[in-house]
Each structure stands twice: as C-alpha cells, then as structure tokens.
C-alpha cells in the first residue's frame, strides 16, 4: 500500500513577518525601521504589504577595453570584475580584501601582479565602495597561490587611479593565460580595501566610539538611494550648489570619496537629481582627482549665468552590504514591484514571510526600493490580495497508509 502526506496547516498560510513599520525613509534597510517587532502582528493577509519602484539603476556589467599601444591593436572583452576573498574572510561584510578576478568568455581569471600598482588597487577599491586602498598581509594568499591551479587574465593592467571602471585602465603586455609559471612575479593581484566609517565591517571597524565628525563642507541631497544626490558646498555658513559647467568624473569621484564612498558611477547635470536652494557657490570645477575634498579643487567663483536648473550631481559606488539579501519582492508584474516579503529565522530556520500595511506608507516603501538597489518608490500599496501568496512556508504534515 502507497503512502500519501496530507497537511494540517494550509498550504496558503505564509508568516506575517513585520506589523506597524515606521521608517523615517532615510534608512538603508527595511530592518533598520522601528516595528511591533519580528512576528509580532494581528493582521490577515488581505493587508500585505506591496511597493512599485522605478527601473532597477545599477545595469550589469558588459565592457569592452582598448589595449595599449605597445601591443596589437585589438579588444578585450570583459564581463564584470570580482574581489574573491579567502574563505576565513567571505562572511565579513562588506568585502574590503581579496584577489582581483575579471571574468572572460564566461571563465573567472586572476591577473598577474606583476607591475600592479597601488593606482590600480586605487580604481578597485572605487568599483567596490572604497574610498582607497591599503597594505594588507601577503604569506596566507602566497601559500594558497602555491596550491592552487591558475588561470591567468591575458594582460598586465595599468592604471592612472583616476579611471572609475577597471576596464578604462590601459592593458600592458600580453600574459599567457595557463598554468601557474605563465606570471613572472607567480602571484595573482591582491587588493585590500579601506571602507568608509559607514560600512567598516562590524567585528574590526577599527574607528573610535569617540570619534566626532567634523561640519562636513560636501553633502549630498535629493538622491533615491544612498551615494547619490545633489551635491552641495558649505560656505559662509551657507549650503549651495555647484554649476554643471566642466562637471565631470574625475570631480564627481573626488566628491564621492571624501564622502566615504569609492568612486563615482555617473557625473550628473542639468539638475537631474532635483534643484537646490540659495546661492550657487562653485563653478567650472577642475580636479586632479586625488584632492580630499571638492573644495581643495581648482573653480570658477563667478557663477553669472548659472542657475539652478544647471546644478551638479553624482551617483557614486557602495559597497555591497547584503541588505537586498533578506528582503523581496514577489508577486508582481516585473521585478520592481510586488508583495514585500522578509526573511527571518524561526526555530533555527530562515522562512519568508510578509510586512502588515498597518502604517505603511511611502517612506517605508522608499526604503524597500533603496535596500533593493531601485530607485524612487512610486507607490506603497496597503492591498495587495490580487497578487497570489506564494511564498516559502511551512506545513506540519503526517504520512498516512
């Protein structure tokens, strides 16, 4: 006789995860918001929470690099880039250490470190977050260089440290790619990130509880997510902004830098992250890129002409947290947008469950599109029953003959 399992606990029956969220709309987590706490609800499904949210704002990573003179001229083609930590150190977050890996025809390569250069950890670091690069110990990734089988990038890099892509660096000579004695140095390139004080990584953030930030002379405002936003100068006592007028990457990374952030994505213009208020303090900026701040660059004081309909802004590079790693959104119609579902633990067990819409409005939805790497919230929906509930659950189940 054949067994069957029947289940006592409706299939339907998902966890209500969160009830009376209260976010201030600034926080970079749903989790960072005050709530009834985890489980804590007397609410039905038919008040699940939903958010649409604006076309994802971060687009992979597909770009071509130009080889440098003194080699034949033609493309490298690399699909993105990774910093591969060593294994002790992969649940650290964010990760600040590791070997430089570029994936190439669907293959992840190490690049020789031969004439690697503290610049080219500079604009790897950038990629990552990270304002800029430190020392770090060499022997644990010499000894697992040893025992590990290389595969080798096809060329050295060179890079100024004002690129903000590793793709944007000129390629050396060529490298044959197999085998560990094709690298004449015989290890693969190493970098060791400083993170800003904002995402120092929790067991060795390495900063006093007593430091005080000074009055900060750069700010950001108007931005979807954190690392982007309108920039914006104290002077005389007095915030305003900058004319767009020779804006470009070179200022928006020392911007996003001395903001502890790495280096930037986008150099904006025309006000496209909203207009300020007041004067216009800085015009024509021209920096070397490796200033500590965008007022020790050289500019144009005159700002006749200028309007605020000219001001500057940036999106820069954060590090990757792991925030969008227990939240979702399911249910919906495309990717941005559907019922909020969170991932907790309950019994040792990490089970998706979903957000009562007792107080939830737009700022709460805002910070579901920004710990997912969206962009503004243009809803917050308190109803969402047309969107089938189908997550994770649970069902105490018995087997019957």
């Known amino acids: 006789m054949s067994s069957s399992t029947v289940c006592r606990t409706p299939v339907g029956e998902c966890r209500i995860w969160l009830d009376n969220v209260h976010c201030t709309g600034r926080e970079r987590s749903l989790a960072e918001c005050p709530s009834n706490g985890f489980g804590v609800s007397d609410c039905r499904h038919t008040e699940d929470v939903g958010v649409v949210c604006s076309a994802k704002r971060i ?27 060593l294994y002790s150190m992969r649940k650290r977050v964010p990760i600040t250490e590791g070997f430089v890996e570029v994936k190439e025809g669907g293959k992840w390569r190490q690049i020789c470190d031969e004439e690697w250069s503290g610049m080219n950890s500079r604009v790897i670091c950038g990629m990552y977050g990270f304002p800029g690069e430190k020392g770090y110990n060499t022997r644990p990734y010499k000894l697992l260089a040893r025992k590990r089988k290389i595969t080798y990038f096809g060329f050295l890099v060179n890079c100024t440290g004002n690129e903000d892509h590793l793709t944007g660096c000129k390629m050396g ?3 044959p790619k197999k085998g560990n004695n094709t690298c004449p140095s015989g290890m693969p390139a190493v970098v060791s990130c400083v993170p800003g004080r904002a995402f120092a990584p929790t067991h060795s953030a390495g900063y006093s509880k007593a430091y005080r930030a000074e009055q900060p002379l750069v700010r950001l405002r108007g931005g979807a997510n954190i690392g982007e936003g309108r920039v914006e100068v104290l002077k005389n006592g007095q915030w305003g902004t900058i004319c767009d007028d020779s804006w470009n990457m070179v200022a928006a990374s020392v911007v996003c830098r001395e903001l502890g952030y790495g280096s930037a994505k986008e150099a904006l213009s025309g006000g496209r992250l909203g207009q300020g208020m007041g004067p216009v303090h800085m015009n024509e900026v021209q920096c070397s890129g490796f200033e500590k701040s965008l007022t020790d660059c050289r500019f144009n004081q005159q700002s006749i002409g200028c309007s605020h309909e000219e001001d500057a802004g940036v999106k820069c590079n954060v590090p990757a947290m792991g925030f969008k790693n227990r939240l979702r959104l399911n249910g919906g119609r495309n990717p941005t947008e559907g019922r909020v579902e969170v991932l907790a633990e309950r019994n040792g067990l990490l089970v998706w469950g979903t957000v009562c819409s007792e107080n939830w409005g737009i700022m709460e939805a805002m910070v579901v599109c920004r710990q997912l790497g969206l962009g503004f919230a243009s809803h917050a929906f308190q109803e969402t029953w047309y969107w089938a509930g189908e997550c994770d659950c649970e069902c105490d189940c018995d087997v019957v003959l």
């Open 173 to 175: 000579r060529p490298v």
């Open 59 to 85: 687009p992979g990573f597909q770009y071509i690099s130009a080889v440098d003179n003194h080699v034949e001229s033609l493309n490298v083609q690399v699909e993105e880039v990774r910093i591969r930590a």
